[in-house]
């Protein structure tokens, strides 16, 4: 079948408790009680709901205050990320030593007649 997975006790009562099929929610009060057992305090617990004739159709249930957390934690991370990319850029042209002067780069490719105010013009246009 594939890699196989070390199945632990915890693993089985979570099956056993918090994955539902739409079934189960609809022809029960378990819906309500899950969101009743939102009520009032933040929970940590999270319900798979899918549907049985088709696996691949699922979701999750879970505490909105819960979800707001692990959102904040994604957009940290993301910018954590996105920071240390920046970073990273930026020191690497503050730290560029180009190995041929622009002049004999330009020479080689055959460039010999610049408008150096164009250029100038161009660059301030240029949002990096």
Do not use: C, H, W
Request: glycine share 4%; proline share 1%.
């Amino acid at each position: 079948m594939g890699q196989s997975i070390e199945i632990t006790s915890s693993m089985i009562k979570f099956f056993q408790n918090n994955v539902l099929s739409v079934t189960d929610l609809t022809r029960s009060n378990k819906l309500s009680e899950i969101l009743e057992s939102f009520s009032n305090r933040k929970s940590e617990d999270i319900y798979l709901v899918q549907n049985t004739r088709n696996r691949s159709a699922m979701g999750a249930i879970i505490d909105v205050e819960l979800l707001e957390e692990l959102l904040a934690i994604r957009e940290s991370i993301a910018g954590a990320v996105d920071e240390a990319v920046e970073r990273s850029a930026a020191d690497r042209v503050e730290s560029f030593q180009a190995k041929y002067p622009i002049s004999n780069v330009l020479f080689d490719m055959g460039i010999e007649d610049i408008d150096v105010d164009e250029i100038k013009k161009l660059s301030d246009e240029l949002e990096i």
